[in-house]
């Protein structure tokens, strides 16, 4: 029977424990100086006129080299991913992965108007926005102290990384995030609900996941 820490990491649903991991693993790889970012950024020209198409995949999994902000990035995102799939999405992982899916394939196409190399951050913020409009009376206590309401959490989370960073660079990664994860929650929650013909490939994954 699993304990301590393996206990806590078995208890994480599959599709946020796996993200969790990677991501974990990719800053210690660049910590340890086994790779660099420059081998992990998103450029359209690096990833497909130069054949690096892992660079479509990498820029998901790197939160920045081991500090403040990274652990203040990864305590958000690990909670409320972890909220989200096992309360909205339980039992319902391949759609969850759909759903970050094509979050990820949307800021990908964006990713060149805002000039974000790396889009960790923005796509942690989906679920961290989606959570929020499903959850709208929910009270969050901000470290103990200030209490708000879960639809502004998501705002509170952007002028925090804002804090944190320095510069409205990081803020606006986070605000892209809030952006496309508006999008998600529309197209799951309002669309499938108010217009005729119920969920689309949009909202529900293909058969074959």
């Known amino acids: 029977m699993p304990v301590g820490i393996e206990a806590w990491v078995t208890q994480i649903p599959p ?13 210690l790889a660049v910590q340890c100086q ?13 990833a497909f006129t130069n054949m690096q198409p892992w ?20 305590f958000f995102f690990m909670r409320y991913s972890r909220m989200l799939e096992e309360s909205s999405f339980a039992n319902r992982k391949a759609d969850y992965f759909w759903m970050l899916f094509l979050s990820s394939l949307m ?17 942690a ?23 708000i309401t879960a639809p502004y959490l998501p705002l509170a989370l952007v002028g925090l990384a804002w804090m944190l960073n320095g510069t409205w660079r990081a803020a606006a990664g ?3 995030g809030c952006a496309v994860g508006h999008v998600a929650w529309f197209v799951r929650d309002v669309w499938t609900r108010e217009m005729v013909g119920g969920p689309t490939f949009l909202s529900e994954a293909p058969e074959v996941l």
């Open 15 to 27: 599709v946020t424990r796996a993200w969790l991991a990677l991501s974990i693993l990719t800053s």
């Open 34 to 46: 086994l790779v660099t970012p420059l081998q992990l950024y998103f450029s359209f020209k690096a």
């Open 55 to 74: 660079r479509a995949l990498t820029t998901f999994l790197y939160f920045g080299s081991i500090s403040l902000d990274f652990v203040f990035h990864m």
């Open 107 to 123: 800021l990908l196409a964006l990713s060149p108007l805002v000039n974000l190399p790396f889009l960790s951050s923005p796509l």
């Open 125 to 147: 913020f989906v679920p961290i926005y989606l959570w929020s409009r499903r959850h709208p009376s929910t009270p969050i206590s901000l470290f103990g102290l200030v209490t």
């Open 174 to 176: 986070d605000l892209l």
